[in-house]
């Protein structure tokens, strides 16, 4: 577990060094450059945010495990991890991301939706001792780590694209990603689509709402036809 939690921080650690040279754009409108530099340091603080989230995660099971804490502390603990977390991962439904970029913030948040989906099993498996609770755990970190690289690989494209519009550099789709990942990926994208505009009912709460979905969808499948080998 221990290795685990170091692969954990030190993936979100390259995540905010990467997200965060994004405030060194040079764009070639004011008004462009300011919207960039904002959506880069809010896009920032939420990997931040996740990575200390996650930090103080696993080492509070550390101390449950050295015995400075006990098992009803670590389980309060937590309770509010969940919540905190949650809250964090909405931060990314407020950002307005330059058009290049809202493929890369829906990966991120995808990996953050799985990286908690992880962490709740985690949970089910200090709780209960179920084994089967941890694989599970195990297995949904890997896909976070997953959706992750994606997310980065998108972001650094989307790095190149806006060099290749203003300076001339070669523009390069990511390579490499099987079919499986891209159609799983679509599906999660269409998912957040649905929880973003339907309203608990599965309807909408206004003619706009039923629009946003609509153009949500339509990225997605962008997205998976761009993506698709």
């Known amino acids: 577990m221990k290795k685990k939690k170091i692969q954990n921080i030190s993936i979100l650690t390259i995540a905010i060094l990467i997200i965060?040279?994004?405030?060194?754009?040079?764009?070639?409108?004011?008004?462009?450059k300011q919207k960039g530099l904002q959506f880069g340091n809010e896009l920032n603080q939420i990997e931040n945010n996740i990575s200390n989230i996650q930090e103080k995660f696993y080492s509070e099971k550390i101390k449950w495990v050295e015995g400075d804490i006990s098992k009803i502390e670590l389980l309060e603990f937590y309770e509010i991890h969940v919540d905190g977390f949650k809250k964090n991962?909405?931060?990314?439904?407020?950002?307005?991301?330059?058009?290049?970029?809202k493929s890369s913030v829906a990966l991120l948040?995808?990996?953050a939706e799985t990286q908690l989906?992880?962490?709740?099993q985690f949970i089910q498996w200090i709780k209960t001792g179920d084994e089967s609770a941890k694989i599970r755990s195990d297995a949904l970190f890997q896909e976070s780590y997953e959706y992750q690289n994606l997310g980065l690989?998108?972001?650094?494209t989307a790095k190149?694209?806006?060099?290749?519009?203003?300076?001339?550099?070669?523009?390069?789709e990511p390579q490499g990603v099987s079919p499986q990942k891209v159609q799983q990926v679509y599906?999660?994208?269409?998912?957040?689509?649905s929880e973003q505009f339907k309203n608990e009912s599965g309807g909408f709460d206004s003619n706009q709402m039923e629009?946003?979905?609509?153009?949500?969808?339509?990225?997605a499948k962008e997205w998976k036809i761009q993506h698709m080998p």
């Open 20 to 32: 965060g040279s994004i405030i060194a754009y040079n764009y070639s409108v004011d008004i462009t």
């Open 89 to 101: 991962i909405s931060k990314y439904d407020e950002l307005t991301p330059p058009e290049l970029f």
């Open 109 to 111: 948040k995808i990996s």
């Open 117 to 120: 989906e992880s962490d709740l």
């Open 153 to 156: 690989v998108e972001f650094q």
């Open 160 to 172: 190149v694209g806006i060099k290749y519009y203003e300076g001339g550099e070669k523009f390069e």
């Open 187 to 193: 599906e999660k994208m269409e998912k957040q689509c």
């Open 211 to 219: 629009v946003e979905l609509f153009n949500c969808s339509n990225e």
